[in-house]
């Protein structure tokens, strides 16, 4: 079965330390790697994708990519509490279907 | 350069009507993605239109369908509306396929009594 796999979390991380966003995907085909921040009752916002191995930087936010064990990271450098929401890791499968499917999301709590 | 556009913003409706949700992607974009999400769920995949033409829908009974019109806006329809159907409901349009960062609107949140 194709998808999508993210640890629930909270993780709780002090205000200034580096985040770290884990997910894994099962499609060893997948294309395209996303990753979005959903604050509690508000839609998806995307912040960051991939689509070639290794890292990709966006002010403090880094993408990490590793196609070989199916492993995508968000890391998050000098976390805020503005930075508490729930983060969605997102991958295209393989196939010629360029659907995003989704992971139920890492719930984040920076706390000051 | 405005985003996606979801209306309404609320929608009440009683167990058996119908739901017509609204979708406008971001100007130029083609594909336009709906997405179910119910409360402490992920994000379920609903349909996927295309140059007006639906590409994929994903594990949902025939009552939710919809259509893409020609300037690329689209609409979700949910018939026979049973309690479950209450969710948030999330539309998202891509430039083209192949090119799938996709955006999100606001979304619909729709109650079932």
């Known amino acids: 079965q194709k998808e999508v796999e993210q640890n629930s979390g909270p993780l709780s991380v002090p205000e200034g330390a580096i985040a770290s966003l884990n997910c894994t995907y099962s499609?060893?085909?997948?294309?395209?790697f996303f990753w979005y921040r959903q604050y509690s009752g508000k839609s998806p916002e995307l912040i960051m994708f991939?689509?070639?191995?290794g890292d990709k930087e966006d002010g403090r936010f880094t993408a990490q990519l590793n196609k070989a064990s199916q492993y995508v990271s968000l890391l998050i450098r000098d976390s805020q509490p503005s930075d508490s929401a729930t983060y969605l890791c997102?991958?295209?499968?393989?196939?010629?279907?360029?659907?995003?499917?989704f992971g139920r999301g890492t719930s984040l709590i920076v706390h000051p | 350069e405005a985003g996606v556009t979801q209306s309404p913003t609320h929608l009440i409706k009683t167990r058996g009507q119908q739901a017509t949700l609204r979708c406008s992607p971001i100007?130029?974009?083609?594909?336009v993605y709906w997405y179910q999400q119910a409360l402490g769920l992920g994000l379920q995949f609903l349909l996927w239109?295309?140059?007006?033409?639906?590409?994929n829908r994903g594990n949902f009974p025939p009552r939710f369908s919809g259509r893409q019109f020609p300037n690329y806006s689209s609409e979700l329809n949910v018939n026979a509306l049973e309690l479950e159907d209450s969710a948030l409901y999330l539309c998202?349009?891509?430039?083209?396929?192949?090119?799938?960062?996709?955006?999100f609107g606001q979304g619909t949140r729709l109650t079932v009594v």
């Open positions: 997102a991958v295209t499968l393989s196939g010629g279907s360029y659907i995003p499917t």
């Open positions: 998202a349009s891509s430039l083209e396929i192949g090119r799938t960062e996709a955006f």
């Open positions: 499609d060893r085909g997948s294309q395209s």
């Open positions: 100007s130029g974009h083609t594909s």
């Open positions: 239109y295309d140059e007006g033409e639906e590409r």
């Open positions: 991939i689509y070639s191995n």
